[in-house]
């Protein structure tokens, strides 16, 4: 089984981090590299009714384009 590891590297060798820009807050933002994963939901924002869905389909990883916040 895949883990959330698993799943950034595949995504680096897409898009390598480094091609980001200096504010974009790229990367794992919330989570553990090794949890395994069986379900994955893809959005535009995080926003709170994306999260909600995403809990309520039991989804172990959560990929957006955009960052839960630009700056830490």
Same mark, same amino acid.
């Given at each position: ?5 698993? %799943? %950034?590297? %595949?995504?680096? &060798?897409?898009? #390598? ?10 990367? !794992? =933002?919330?989570? =553990?590299?090794?949890?395994q994963?069986?379900?994955? *939901?893809?959005?535009?924002? +995080?926003? #709170?009714?994306? @999260?909600?869905?995403? *809990?309520?389909? =039991? &989804?172990? !990883?959560? @990929? &957006?384009?955009? +960052? *839960? *916040?630009?700056? #830490?």
């Amino acid at each position: 089984m895949m883990t959330v590891g698993d %799943i %950034i590297r %595949i995504m680096e &060798t897409i898009a #390598p981090s480094f091609l980001a820009e200096d504010w974009d807050n790229s990367g !794992l =933002q919330i989570g =553990q590299h090794d949890r395994q994963v069986k379900k994955v *939901c893809v959005a535009l924002d +995080p926003l #709170p009714e994306v @999260i909600s869905d995403a *809990c309520n389909r =039991q &989804t172990d !990883l959560l @990929i &957006t384009h955009h +960052p *839960c *916040c630009f700056l #830490p």
